[in-house]
């Protein structure tokens, strides 16, 4: 273990943790980390010494000095009546017993600085902006991930030697880097997705805790949380879903369901709502129909990098439409001649 300074320990997250104060990230983030034996052995050991000293309403801001001086207000009671025996008294027993508790903190929060995902020099967050459609990410396995706008992966700067394990906010694309040896997990919401190497895409931003993965190469197994023998296998083609607590698959039939990844959109007689509603994923836009008319037209056509306005352009050439951009992202679709509505 390295060598920490005592002014540098996280009581606070810690305190915060044990006293049901932190987020539903910071806790499914924390306990991948327990999921290592050891890791659990330790924090085992501080939370029996959190229970000791009885402190759970008053460590969110403890450190090492106010530590003892609490410990020390604690046992500093009339000596006289709680002694044993005249050579050896209780409070000299719980002077040596503080100072054991407040050493066993040091050394879990000493690890817990330097080994887990829950610091911020050791574990990486990284979050697309609203405006970032397929941001990047390399993990230190060399796999590549590509997120959705407004999502976030939280990852190691090292992996484990288990294991390659991420918590996913959002959506993203993976394209894993093959090792038997350590299987790679991704946790989002209740779900869990495990692989060796394949590439797969991961949507969490659904209501309802709903999680679904698609698979584009390879063999993906995903289950729910705490409970990987019901697990359903997902080959390429393959949709798993998460709803209802329940984990499902079947075909996916949709040809852009990873459009916002490829940039490519491909429609044959479709309803311009369909058309719409791919368009509003792949470019992050929320496009509006003036009529219903215009919603239920049908269009074939195909994109490949194209940016927006082209789209658009194309859109209103074969339908004889204008669009009209409200703000950044509203944008209304019209029909040239209002009266033959």
């Known amino acids: ?49 959190w229970k000791l000293m009885d402190k759970s309403q008053r460590m969110k801001d403890i450190n090492t000095e106010n530590a003892w001086d609490k410990l020390h207000a604690k046992i500093d009671i009339d000596e006289e009546d709680l002694s044993i025996k005249p050579n050896f008294s209780i409070k000299k027993f719980m002077r040596y017993a503080a ?17 887990s995902p829950l610091n911020p020099i050791l574990y990486n967050s990284i979050e697309a902006a609203n ?17 959705y706008a407004d999502s976030r992966i939280n990852f190691p700067k090292e992996f484990s030697k288990n294991n390659r394990k991420v918590q996913l906010t959002g959506e993203a694309f993976f394209e894993i880097v093959k090792n038997t040896k350590k299987p790679f ?38 289950y729910k949380k705490n409970n990987e023998q019901a697990n359903v296998i997902l080959k390429p083609g393959n949709l798993g879903i998460f709803s209802n607590n329940e984990i499902s698959k079947k075909q996916n039939n949709n040809i852009n369901y990873l459009s916002w990844k490829t940039n490519d959109l491909i429609f044959k007689n479709n309803k311009l ?44 050439s074969t339908f004889d439409l204008n669009y009209m951009i409200k703000d950044t992202k509203e944008i209304v679709l019209t029909k040239n001649n209002k009266d033959s509505n």
Do not use: H
């Open 185 to 222: 997990i991704v946790s989002a919401k209740n779900a869990r997705v495990k692989v060796l190497g394949t590439s797969f895409s991961v949507n969490a931003n659904l209501p309802n805790k709903k999680v679904e993965v698609f698979v584009k190469t390879g063999k993906v197994k995903f």
């Open 131 to 147: 405006n970032e459609l397929n941001k990047k990410v390399i993990l230190p396995d060399g796999s590549s991930v590509y997120l």
């Open 273 to 316: 709502e369909d058309v719409i509603s791919e368009i509003n994923k792949t470019y992050n836009v929320e496009i509006l129909c003036e009529t219903s008319v215009i919603r239920n037209l049908r269009m074939t056509s195909t994109f490949s990098n194209q940016p927006i306005d082209n789209v658009l352009e194309v859109i209103c």
């Open 1 to 49: 273990m390295k060598k920490n300074n005592s002014n540098n320990i996280n009581w606070n997250f810690i305190a915060k943790y044990l006293s049901d104060e932190t987020s539903e990230t910071d806790n499914e983030v924390f306990e991948m980390w327990l999921k290592d034996e050891d890791n659990m052995k330790i924090f085992n050991n501080i939370k029996t010494s």
């Open 99 to 115: 100072l054991f508790i407040i050493l066993i903190g040091f050394s879990f929060s000493g690890y817990l600085l330097y080994n």
